[in-house]
T-cell receptor
Framework: DAGVIQSPRHEVTEMGQEVTLRCKPI?????LFWYRQTMMRGLELLIY????????DSGMPEDRFSAKMPNASFSTLKIQPSEPRDSAVYFC??????????FGQGTRLTVV | ELKVEQNPLFLSMQEGKNYTIYCNYS?????LYWYRQDPGKSLESLFV?????AVKQEGRLMASLDTKARLSTLHITAAVHDLSATYFC????????FGPGTRLSVLP
């Protein structure tokens, strides 16, 4: 398995633009997490899906952020409109009932 | 709400020395994870601890879990420079919450 795949790896966008981050989980992993990492706030859990259903989205900062998991092999995190304070590294992680949890390589987002 | 704390947050140690990183968490959980992150990289899984008293070792790192005390430790034996990184513990309960990380620098 290629592991958790995130795209794009880097994204630079202008304030106000829509940004979509993508994650392909490891096959068979039924839980998926989106995290944001910054120097100031560390690793923040944004949203958690189990079997494609959002379980906890209390970490989503505001209505500008939305996440979907239309099927077991794909998830998106969308920011619309983007702001400079959204600049961070966004990680997707997936976990199976068999316990192991793995992270993708992350998307480094810069909003200018 | 599940909270995870680590200490110390910063650790500078000399090669060859031993030290322990502590991870405390606020609610009952049966899964405790340790990860390593190098600058600019993703998080790499080190250990998964699943029961009270669990102990796992890999090279110079050993992790243990005390679920009654809600405490996990990551012990470093005879540190080497290659261990310099940030170490995170994470607790899986109703969600998957990470501690703030311990930035370790091993000096020659």
């Amino acid at each position: 398995d290629a592991g958790v795949i995130q795209s794009p790896r880097h994204e630079v966008t202008e304030m106000g633009q829509e940004v979509t981050l993508r994650c392909k989980p490891i096959s068979g992993h039924n839980s998926l997490f989106w995290y944001r990492q910054t120097m100031m706030r560390g690793l923040e859990l944004l949203i958690y899906f189990n079997n494609n259903v959002p379980i906890d989205d209390s970490g989503m900062p505001e209505d500008r952020f939305s996440a979907k998991m239309p099927n077991a092999s794909f998830s998106t995190l969308k920011i619309q409109p983007s702001e400079p304070r959204d600049s961070a590294v966004y990680f997707c992680a997936t976990l199976a009932d068999s316990i192991e949890a793995f992270f993708g390589q992350g998307t480094r987002l810069t909003v200018v | 709400e599940l909270k995870v704390e680590q200490n110390p947050l910063f650790l500078s140690m000399q090669e060859g020395k031993n030290y322990t990183i502590y991870c405390n968490y606020s609610t009952t959980s049966d899964r405790l994870y340790w990860y390593r992150q190098d600058p600019g990289k993703s998080l790499e899984s080190l250990f998964v601890l699943l029961s009270n008293g669990a102990v796992k070792q890999e090279g110079r790192l050993m992790a243990s879990l005390d679920t009654k005390a809600r405490l996990s430790t990551l012990h470093i034996t005879a540190a080497v420079h290659d261990l310099s990184a940030t170490y995170f513990c994470a607790v899986y309960g109703q969600n998957f919450v990470f501690g703030p990380g311990t930035r370790l620098s091993v000096l020659p």
